[in-house]
T-cell receptor
Framework: AQSVTQLDSQVPVFEEAPVELRCNYS??????LFWYVQYPNQGLQLLLK??????LVESINGFEAEFNKSQTSFHLRKPSVHISDTAEYFC?????????????FGKGTHLIIQP | GAVVSQHPSWVICKSGTSVKIECRSL??????MFWYRQFPKQSLMLMAT?????????EQGVEKDKFLINHASLTLSTLTVTSAHPEDSSFYIC????????????FGEGSWLTVV
């Protein structure tokens, strides 16, 4: 079985400040790791993913996440946030067992950007 | 990039009726699709795994006779909520696995179901 823990249900930050959204996972097998973003009244969009290779992965809008196997973490960071980053962020894992499993999601972190 | 289309985006139905939601992979073939449900202010919960040409695999606690899943082709899976009740009102979202890109999973935009 696998699980995902997002410790912070809500993170308020000021515009242009840095932010880190925490994600820890547990799994008995190797996993793929994902961050999805859900803007108000919209579906999920893939933000970034770690499949293999470099442990630091980046998105096109300035977010990055680093896979830390020893700490079983995949925290999401951005050095300077914008009002448009206000959204719900979900961390998710998918086991490598032949691709037969669906994603396991964390409970989500609501990022609130204050002007 | 890969696109998953979900239809309808919004649907309101009367209690006791059935409603069908479609999930299509537009530019790739998906042997596996997934259906999730999201209640307000909660995370997504996997309902079932839809396998092309075979029966869906349901998660514990999900009634297979109530949530009918059909995956008749490599690009289409449907979820039918039968005899819907107000407690079935939720956000339903599908996803499809793209084997071409390391099994990355792409999501549809979701369907808001309101049962009145």
């Amino acid at each position: 079985a696998q699980s995902v823990t997002q410790l912070d249900s809500q993170v308020p930050v000021f515009e242009e400040a840095p932010v880190e959204l925490r994600c820890n996972y547990s799994s008995s097998v190797s996993v793929y790791l994902f961050w999805y973003v859900q803007y108000p009244n919209q579906g999920l969009q893939l933000l970034l993913k770690y499949l293999s290779g470099s442990t630091l992965v980046e998105s096109i809008n300035g977010f990055e996440a680093e896979f830390n196997k020893s700490q079983t973490s995949f925290h999401l960071r951005k050095p300077s946030v914008h009002i448009s980053d206000t959204a719900e962020y979900f961390c998710a894992v998918n086991s490598l067992r032949g691709g037969a499993d669906g994603l396991t999601f964390g409970k989500g972190t609501h990022l609130i950007i204050q002007p | 990039g890969a696109v998953v289309s979900q239809h309808p985006s919004w649907v309101i139905c009367k209690s006791g009726t059935s409603v069908k939601i479609e999930c299509r992979s537009l530019d790739f073939q998906a042997t596996t699709m997934f259906w999730y449900r999201q209640f307000p202010k909660q995370s997504l919960m996997l309902m079932a795994t839809s396998n092309e040409g075979s029966k869906a695999t349901y998660e514990q606690g999900v009634e297979k006779d109530k949530f009918l899943i059909n995956h008749a082709s490599l690009t289409l899976s449907t979820l039918t909520v039968t005899s819907a009740h107000p407690e079935d009102s939720s956000f339903y979202i599908c996803s499809a696995r793209d084997a071409r890109s390391g099994n990355t999973i792409y999501f549809g935009e979701g369907s808001w179901l309101t049962v009145v």
